[in-house]
């Protein structure tokens, strides 16, 4: 094996709660769950999330000192990015195209959408690989993925029945997350990395049920996709692994857990819709919508119109773009219903024209061709969430928790492919 690529010998470290475990942990459940930005805008911390997330990369970096393992650490890094370096290469175009289009514009707030948010992404990229580099991803990741969707699914359940307990207002509920669908996406990805699609485990069977109860409660009906994508892959592979081995008995059992998962889905629905304390909201409207409305669900009756007007406006100019950051701050507040577009390839072609809108699909479809090329189901799975996401929300990789979970899911596969080599 080529030096500076990942070394079988190496990738298994942290098999102890020592403090690059700690560190680790720590920071992906922060960062995966939006905990960072929560603690921010709620107001239970006084600093800025572009502060906790320095901190936890100091964090990161003193705990492998501590332990002496910087030169091992390095190099399991090195050849992770190594085997990531087509989607960082694009990603890096990216980057670039945004410096391009910088110039001149004006700044959303105190979020900068032009040049320094890509950084920020690339940075976030960088560091959820070497996460990942350092965990013992056929252990770690796993739990500590579970553990996100249990922290993210147990605050969007919280909160949905005890409104005001983090803060809330009285619409739907995204728990740590802020936003709903959010806060579905990110559960659906988790799911994607802490279930095992090579074999059978209790523990996914418990994780599946509180991602179901989590993602219910958000009544996103994208989420509720994203988990029945995810859930559908899981079935389908353990449906052919067991008919392989002829055992029906625990098909019989699998069909039964699919079974009372859309039981009780059903069941929170219908138990929304009865809470007193969220009657006349858009609680009891969206969940009767879910129940009833069938097929009809994905439609809504802005979604249309706001795809054609921005549509109209990317035509204008569809090479040069109009500047980076132009869609969010120049033209939503404008705009019907005063929303983006909930479209990323509008918002990239929009803002950085046609070369930045090809950058973008081709850095989503680099992360799937990396998941096929590794044979990792989790991380196909996590970039087709990806590329589907960017057809309901124009913010899909502002959150730094969409990145690291992208990032990690990237890192994981380039460990476990290089620990087989």
């Not at 007007?309 to 507040?333: C, K, M, Q, V, W």
Request: charged content about 15%; hydrophobic content about 55%.
């Amino acid at each position: 094996m080529a030096e500076g690529t990942l070394r079988p010998a190496n990738y298994q470290v942290v098999a102890s709660a020592g403090p690059i475990a700690i560190a680790v942990t720590l920071a992906f459940c922060i960062l995966a769950t939006n905990l960072d930005i929560f603690l921010s805008e709620r107001g239970f911390f006084p600093f800025s999330a572009y502060f906790i997330f320095v901190a936890l990369a100091v964090l990161f970096v003193t705990a492998i000192a501590v332990e002496g393992t910087v030169r091992t650490s390095f190099e399991r890094f090195e050849g992770a990015v190594r085997f990531c370096i087509v989607p960082l290469t694009i990603f890096s175009g990216w980057v670039a195209i945004h410096a391009f289009h910088s110039g001149g514009m004006p700044l959303s707030g105190d979020v900068d959408f032009t040049i320094v948010l890509p950084v920020l992404q690339f940075a976030v990229l960088l560091f959820g690989i070497a996460l990942a580099s350092e965990a013992t991803v056929t252990v770690t990741v796993r739990k500590m993925s579970a553990l996100v969707v249990l922290l993210l699914s147990a605050s969007v359940i919280l909160e949905t029945f005890l409104p005001t307990v983090l803060g809330a207002s009285m619409g739907r509920k995204g728990g740590l997350a802020l936003d709903s669908n959010t806060a579905a996406f990110l559960i659906a990805a988790s799911l994607a990395l802490s279930v095992d699609f090579r074999r059978t485990r209790l523990l996914d069977i418990g994780v599946i049920i509180i991602a179901v109860a989590g993602v219910v409660c958000t009544l996103s009906r994208m989420g509720i996709l994203f988990l029945l994508i995810v859930f559908a892959t899981y079935g389908a592979l353990f449906a052919l692994r067991e008919l392989r081995e002829r055992r029906l008995d625990r098909l019989v059992l699998g069909a039964a857990v699919a079974i009372a998962a859309l039981g009780a889905s059903v069941a929170i629905l219908y138990v929304l819709t009865t809470l007193p304390q969220v009657q006349n909201t858009t609680i009891v409207e969206r969940a009767e919508q879910i129940l009833f409305s069938g097929a009809r669900n994905l439609e809504d009756p802005y979604r249309a119109l706001l795809f054609h007007h921005y549509l109209d406006i990317a035509a204008r100019s569809p090479f040069a773009g109009n500047g980076a950051g132009h869609t969010l701050t120049n033209l939503e507040a404008n705009a019907p219903f005063g929303f983006g577009p909930h479209n990323m390839y509008l918002r990239a072609w929009i803002d950085v024209g046609l070369v930045g809108l090809f950058i973008y699909v081709a850095f989503v479809f680099s992360v799937i061709a990396l998941g096929v090329g590794t044979r990792s189901p989790e991380l196909i799975l996590v970039g087709c969430l990806l590329g589907l996401y960017g057809f309901f929300s124009h913010n899909v990789i502002d959150n730094k928790a969409v990145v690291i979970l992208v990032a990690v899911a990237m890192g994981q596969a380039a460990v476990l492919r290089e620990g087989k080599s």
